[in-house]
């Protein structure tokens, strides 16, 4: 039993009846009157969530799975089927399902199963590479940046990383060195003997 991401499962690079392991957050939750519940589990790896089937048999089902929200992160381990319903290729019938952590109050968790303005995201920044959006971006931005390394490098160049020079003067960091064009030892001073050093900085 191995642990696999989300992507291999839904593009079909694990077998058929083998037994996986996934992790990740639980983007919805559906329960049947017939005593299963569905999770539809996402880790990032693609943009698609997995969807778990989960019979009530399971040990913890009334104090676990019953009480998942979205947001929740899970282990799930169990079989790879192939899925008799719309939407997706495979699922995994669950054998196993542990509650890495709980959304302490889902009332008021400020991500929903919905998409998200972009204004709203950079108010929960924290939480924003979950959603599919974020994803994109980061993607685009990953293959981006490496295109150019790799063309640079082809190139005979270096990628160096350099110290960022930067307004912010974050808990007094500014103290240990100052950027200025003026010679700190002999400041040019007025005829009150101000020298006027904040406002001649250059940063």
């Known amino acids: ?16 009846d083998s037994e996986v ?6 983007r919805t939750r559906r329960d049947s009157k017939a005593g299963i519940s ?15 089937v989960i019979n009530n048999s399971l040990p913890n089902y009334n104090e676990d799975v019953l009480r998942l929200t979205t947001g929740c992160s899970v282990i799930v381990t169990g079989k790879v089927v192939a899925s008799p319903g719309q939407g997706q290729q495979f699922e995994i019938q669950a054998s196993k399902v542990e509650v890495a952590g709980w959304v ?5 968790y400020p991500m929903a ?24 971006v980061a993607r685009v931005r990953h293959t981006l940046a490496q295109a150019l390394h790799r063309f640079f490098n082809e190139q005979g160049f270096f990628w160096v990383s350099t ?9 007094g960091a500014g ?23 904040r406002q001649r900085l250059l940063w």
């Not at 539809?40 to 698609?48: E, I, R």
């Open 1 to 16: 039993m191995s642990v696999v991401p989300v992507a291999d499962v839904l593009q079909g690079r694990v077998a058929v």
């Open 21 to 26: 392991t996934v992790r990740g957050w639980v």
């Open 38 to 52: 569905f999770l539809a589990v996402y880790d990032g790896s693609c943009f698609d969530p997995v969807q778990a």
């Open 104 to 108: 302490e109050d889902p009332d008021t």
């Open 113 to 136: 199963a919905k998409r998200h303005s972009i204004e709203y995201l950079r108010e929960v920044a924290h939480l924003r590479p979950r959603t599919n959006l974020i994803g994109a």
């Open 163 to 171: 110290p960022l020079i930067t307004a912010s003067d974050t808990e």
């Open 175 to 197: 103290e240990m060195f100052r950027v200025s064009t003026l010679d700190l030892e002999n400041l040019p001073r007025n005829d009150q003997g101000q020298s006027g050093f």
